[in-house]
């Protein structure tokens, strides 16, 4: 019964032409946002900007669960109904972000390790009571010419393994997300070899440690160049390295890969996803969209539904620039999109 109930969630994550909004950023990156925008910020200003992207009227269409961060699934919308409830009376799951950050790596401190394991089961059932069905747990590894080192790689791996574990025992789907910076010169080539490094030390530990595949989602990073290479991969050889690297390092048993932007900018990202849905490469496994940045680049409903349909697309390989409508943004697609959390 637990286990079919993960499974029918998983699924439903990745539903035909629908993703996952990620708007769990913490609240010093959500601070960042609003003040660019002359906007203060203060739990209720957070609260009207987070429930401007859920009550985007359509958002359902293409959005199937969104990522909320604590502040956020303890908090009331403006019609007085707790905002996890909001999400779910439009159709769309109510996720949580469960990782307390990435901190130093001791022994190699210019590396880091995820934290939030010491009290995580009490802490899942919490979420659980307040409407969660889904949680991510980012993992972060950094390219330079000596990193990521075995150990920094292993931990990391280590800890999503057990994160996942406790997550299918409190009846919450765990989206498990390794991510491979895109910071940095790196070749595509270079990113392909640390993505599968990472990939392969990731699905060893969900292995080891018990963890159901049916009833999980991947949200792994794409294979790209690093941002100041100075030689920028195309859209698709983006998407065929991507899909060659998840081919070799994702089970079949996985329902669905739903990737991160990661810093792509918001086209760009969109692009990316429909090249690789668009591929003749068979895909065992959906292959969707958890965006951040690149679906909350430019605030607004109208640009957020704009944005989430595009992606909707995108999910089935059938996006086209005429989709952007007049003057595709290109300049956009020129930039990268910036405050991530640290
Ligand atoms: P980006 O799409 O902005 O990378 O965010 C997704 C996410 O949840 C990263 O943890």
């Given at each position: 019964m637990g286990r079919q109930v993960l499974e029918?969630?998983?699924k439903e994550l990745v539903a035909e032409g629908k993703g996952i909004l990620a708007a769990d950023e913490t609240v010093p990156t959500v601070t960042k946002r609003l003040n660019a925008l002359n906007i203060e910020s203060t739990p209720d200003s957070r609260r009207t900007y987070r429930e401007m992207f859920f009550t985007t009227p359509g958002a359902a269409d293409f959005i199937s669960g969104a990522i909320l961060y604590d502040e956020t699934i303890r908090q009331k919308g403006s019609s007085g109904i707790p905002l996890a409830d909001v999400l779910a009376k439009e159709g769309i799951i109510p996720g949580i972000k469960v990782d307390t950050g990435a901190k130093p790596l001791a022994g190699s401190p210019d590396e880091t390790i995820t934290e939030g394991l010491d009290g995580l089961r009490d802490r899942l059932k919490e979420y659980y009571g307040l409407g969660a069905r889904f949680a991510k747990w980012r993992g972060v590894i950094r390219i330079?010419?000596?990193r990521p080192s075995p150990m920094c790689?292993?931990?990391n791996a280590h800890a999503l393994g057990r994160y996942a574990a406790l997550c299918q025992e409190a009846g919450l789907?765990?989206?498990v997300e390794p991510e491979v910076l895109m910071d940095g010169a790196h070749t595509i080539e270079r990113c392909e070899n640390v993505t599968s490094?990472?990939?392969?030390a990731v699905f060893d530990a969900l292995f080891t440690q018990g963890v159901r595949l049916e009833g999980m989602l991947l949200k792994p990073n794409m294979v790209i160049a690093g941002k100041s290479c100075p030689k920028q991969a195309s859209v698709n050889e983006v998407a065929t390295a991507t899909l060659r690297c998840l081919r070799r390092h994702v089970p079949a048993a996985v329902?669905?890969?739903?990737?991160l932007s990661?810093?792509?900018s918001d086209v760009v990202a969109t692009r990316h996803l429909n090249a690789i849905n668009a591929l003749a490469t068979p895909r065992p496994w959906k292959v969707s969209f958890s965006y951040g940045r690149a679906l909350q680049f430019k605030a607004g409903q109208q640009a957020f539904h704009h944005r989430a349909k595009c992606n909707g697309a995108a999910a089935l390989g059938k996006y086209t620039d005429v989709l952007e409508g007049k003057g595709v943004m290109v300049a956009a697609s020129a930039g990268m999109t910036e405050w991530h959390d640290d």
């Open positions: 029918q969630t998983a330079t010419d000596t790689i292993d931990v789907v765990p989206i490094a990472v990939l392969h329902p669905g890969i739903v990737f990661g810093g792509q």
